[in-house]
């Protein structure tokens, strides 16, 4: 087993980790950002896969998206939801073609708990919050993910 050989939880976690300290101003994040806008292909490439091996890989289309918009809160809301419904569609059909009994029509319902939720308390967060403010959240909240995921591994 992959994970097994390598702790690819440690592996995102740690990279996580050391990407939103230097998306707080300790450290020099420009080249990463080059980086992954330079080499966006295989970039999404790499973040399917891990999603598809791990479930992990939404903090990292996270980065994608802040790097690709400049850390501008509409363009990097616009690549999360457009990565993660991509990954989403590519889920469930491989759901329905490898395991179609373990297909549930709740999971409809999630989505439109989702759709909802979006509706009535997303959009208008989402506007009172400036860029900036939206991007150090991100930060904190990649940050976080990547703690807990860390702790609940050695721990």
Known sequence: ???E???LKILIASMLFCSGILRLGIG???PINNF???YSFLTQALIGIIHGFTNMGGAILALFSSSVFKREKDGTRFGIAFGYAIMGIVQYIMILYIAPDLFKYE???YIIISLLSYIFFGRVIFRLIESNI???YLTYIILSYSII???GEFF
Request: glycine share 0%; hydrophobic share 50%; charged share 15%.
């Open 134 to 136: 939206y991007d150090k």
């Open 36 to 38: 992954l806008i330079r």
């Open 149 to 151: 995921i860390l702790v």
């Open 28 to 30: 020099n994040y420009q």
């Open 1 to 3: 087993n992959l994970n």
């Open 107 to 109: 999971m409809f319902l």
């Open 5 to 7: 050989q390598i702790n």
